[in-house]
C-alpha cells in the first residue's frame, strides 16, 4: 500500500507542477499555440470531412442514376421477351391448329373413302 500511496503523492506534486506552469507565461503562450493547433487541424478536418461528404453524395446519386438506367433497361428487354415468347407461342398455336385441321380432314376424307368402299361392296354382293 505505501508504494500506491508513493505513487499517488507523486501525481499530485506533477499535476500541481503542471497547473502551476500552464499559469506562467510560457504556460499560457504553450495553451494558446495548442490551442492554436487545434484550431487548425479542426478546421483541415472539418473540411476534409465535408469534401468526402460531398463526393460521397455524388457517387451514391450516380450510383442511383446507373441503378435506374439498369432497371429500366431491364424492364424494356424482359417486356421485349415477354412479346417475342407470346408470338412465338400464338405462332406455335396456329401451326398446331393447323395440322389438327389437316388431321380432321385427312381422317374424314379417309372414313368417307372407306365408307364408300363398304358401299361399293355392299351394293356388289346384292
Do not use: C, P
Request: proline share 0%; net charge positive.
Amino acid at each position: 500500500m505505501s508504494n500506491n500511496r508513493r505513487l499517488f503523492g507523486l501525481g499530485l506534486l506533477t499535476g500541481a507542477a503542471v497547473g502551476y506552469w500552464l499559469n506562467t507565461e510560457k504556460g499560457k503562450a504553450f495553451r494558446r499555440d495548442i490551442a492554436q493547433t487545434v484550431g487548425e487541424y479542426s478546421d483541415e478536418l472539418s473540411a476534409m470531412a465535408k469534401e468526402n461528404a460531398t463526393r460521397l453524395s455524388g457517387n451514391l446519386s450516380t450510383a442511383m442514376e446507373s441503378s435506374q438506367n439498369w432497371v429500366s433497361g431491364a424492364k424494356g428487354k424482359l417486356k421485349n421477351s415477354i412479346h417475342d415468347l407470346a408470338d412465338t407461342a400464338e405462332h406455335t398455336v396456329d401451326d398446331v391448329a393447323e395440322k389438327l385441321e389437316t388431321g380432321l380432314e385427312n381422317a374424314r376424307r379417309r372414313v368417307q373413302e372407306n365408307a364408300a368402299k363398304l358401299e361399293n361392296g355392299k351394293s356388289k354382293k346384292k
